[in-house]
């Protein structure tokens, strides 16, 4: 067995997709998939009717939007490797599922916008990869319109996010100009014609950087250009270092235009080549190595009705060590329960396959008929439980009322499945007289899913009525820490789904008032977690 596991591991890379929205990332991964042979024609992100919708956005209202806000997995084999790619949504109200989701990747790939840099929410996103320690690979976009210069790029990234840059490949003009780039690794100049909107895989040209062919190929300023940036880099910058790349300390750069796929396949052989393959988790029993030889996993999203038809429950499961077989035998570590795990499933978007077995860096979806919640560990052999993973603090609240009385069993259904699948928190008043359910969400657009989510899945139509607080805090010792202080003025309270107290503000004044007048109280912004639930 150590030896199959061994193999296994070796051949497996498992990453997810980082950006700001707008900077190209379900189309990247849309061309990944296609130069993976998953699938024969990449879909354009935007809803046209003439197009196909991408296949990373399978819910309807992403395809209405043409956003991502859900994460998904999508699985290909890659020159004998079985790739695991984590799609997360780019949109900043949707930051604690793409949380949720590196917790379960080994890697993460940071795409920028050629033409804007880094923005907010990849910086956002970044610091959760630091957290982590993530490897963080790097692809510059959109080079097939007019951008900022490679340099001040690489600048950009070692001023702001403290990483040290290697560029992988180097860009040869840009905007109507872009004509291909330079690998480093091959020392090989690839130049590109454009195809059909980037649909169908690239034609590249590839010839030496020294072969006389290049000038009748290149305009002239533009070569000279090329040769002076790469003598830049080439004699300034440092020699690519894996461990400091391993560590998160580095980041590879490479250069292209995922819409016309231009530097897509580069990337995809050299991060084949440089990044991390399955590695250790922490656990109650210390690292566990995925060659240990008893299998475990974790359970890093939940998402209901992926097939509207079969009103399905999905547990997202990360294989962390030993080998999955379908129909095995395997401990609950919350609940103590022993689950047979059956109809173990190969997950593409929306599209499935049934499995027999998987290995550490794997993601398997488990019909989930409610026994599974967010950071659930499962196991055989020696009792372990890895790390939970956190809540983090709302800044949008709003009662949610059900107008029509013979919906009630729908909409109970269907808040209890959001609310477990991580799509929102769920607050409730401490006043026992006020029913409703609270949402409490990171933005906007979180609630109008859960309302919209409702409506489509559920058949519950509802209202909102907002709450004027934007900062929640979990009271650390619960209630009988809240009790000792006596009333609190400046806020109100509230109690999670665990029925744990957490106070709700108007605004950070209010809240540093409360922790002026009550030195004692120890609030926390995150709600910390055991395996599986918050405690």
């Known amino acids: 067995m150590s030896s199959e596991l061994a193999t296994a591991v070796e051949s497996r890379r498992n990453f997810a997709i980082i950006s700001h929205p707008d900077a190209g990332k379900t189309t990247l991964t849309e061309k990944l998939l296609l130069y993976g042979g998953a699938i024969h024609e990449a879909g354009a992100v935007k809803a046209r009717r003439a197009q196909r919708h991408a296949t990373s956005d399978w819910m309807e209202m992403e395809q209405q939007r043409g ?24 949109h900043q109200d949707f930051s604690e599922d793409t949380y949720r989701t590196l917790a379960a990747a080994d890697n993460a790939v940071m795409l920028v916008d050629a033409a804007k840099g880094l923005e907010p929410q990849t910086r956002k996103l970044f610091e959760v990869c630091k957290l982590r320690s993530l490897p963080i690979f790097t692809f510059i976009n959109k080079l ?34 872009f004509k291909g780039v330079f690998d480093r690794r091959s020392r090989k100049i690839h130049l590109f014609e454009r195809s059909g909107h980037g649909r169908r895989e690239a034609k590249t040209t590839i010839v030496d950087i020294g072969d006389p062919k290049i000038e009748d190929l290149l305009d002239q300023d533009l070569y000279f250009q090329f040769k002076d940036e790469l003598e830049v880099i080439e004699e300034l910058g440092p020699e690519l270092d894996m461990e400091m790349v391993h560590a998160g300390l580095m980041t590879p750069i490479f250069f292209g235009s995922a819409m016309t796929n231009f530097g897509v396949e580069l990337f995809l052989e050299a991060f084949m080549d440089y990044a991390l393959k399955p590695c ?62 059956s109809r173990p499933q190969k997950l593409f978007a929306q599209g499935r396959a049934s499995i027999d077995e998987a290995y550490p860096g794997d993601v398997i979806g488990l019909n989930n008929p409610g026994m599974f919640a967010i950071g659930d560990t499962i196991f055989q052999g020696k009792k372990l439980e890895y790390d939970g993973i956190p809540c983090f603090s709302p800044e949008l609240f709003a009662y949610l009322k059900n107008p029509n009385p013979s919906k009630f069993k729908q909409f109970q ?58 900062v929640a805090r979990w009271v650390k010792d619960g209630w009988p820490a809240l009790e000792k202080v006596g009333r609190i003025f400046n806020a ?3 109690k999670d789904s665990w029925d744990r107290p957490v106070l709700l503000f108007k605004n950070s004044w209010n809240l540093h008032q409360v922790n002026g007048d009550h030195p004692d109280l120890v609030l926390d912004a995150i709600a910390p977690v055991t395996s599986g639930q918050v405690s």
């Open 67 to 90: 956003i991502s806000i859900t994460s998904t997995v999508l699985q290909f084999a890659y020159q004998d490797c079985q790739i695991n790619l984590l799609d997360t949504p780019g």
């Open 144 to 177: 097939d319109r007019p951008g900022r210069e490679p340099l001040e790029l690489l600048d950009e990234i070692e001023q702001e996010l403290e990483l040290q840059t290697y560029a992988v490949n180097w860009p040869i003009g840009m905007g109507d100009r």
């Open 280 to 341: 250790a988790y922490h656990s109650t029993l210390g690292d566990i190595e995925p060659t240990y030889e008893d299998f475990s996993g974790f359970v890093f999203k939940l998402q209901a009705n992926m097939d509207p038809k079969h009103r399905d429950r999905v547990a997202f499961i990360r294989v962390c060590s030993g080998k999955f077989e379908k129909d095995m035998t395997v401990s609950h570590a919350r609940t103590g329960k022993t689950i047979r795990l």
């Open 413 to 470: 259904k269907g808040i209890s499945e959001l609310r477990e699948e991580g799509a929102v928190q769920i607050m409730y008043s401490a006043d026992e007289s006020k029913r409703d359910p609270i949402l409490a969400a990171v933005g906007q657009l979180q609630i109008e899913v859960v309302q919209f989510r409702l409506q489509n899945e559920y058949g519950v139509e509802t209202r909102l009525e907002l709450l004027p607080y934007t």
């Open 492 to 494: 109100i309270t509230v």
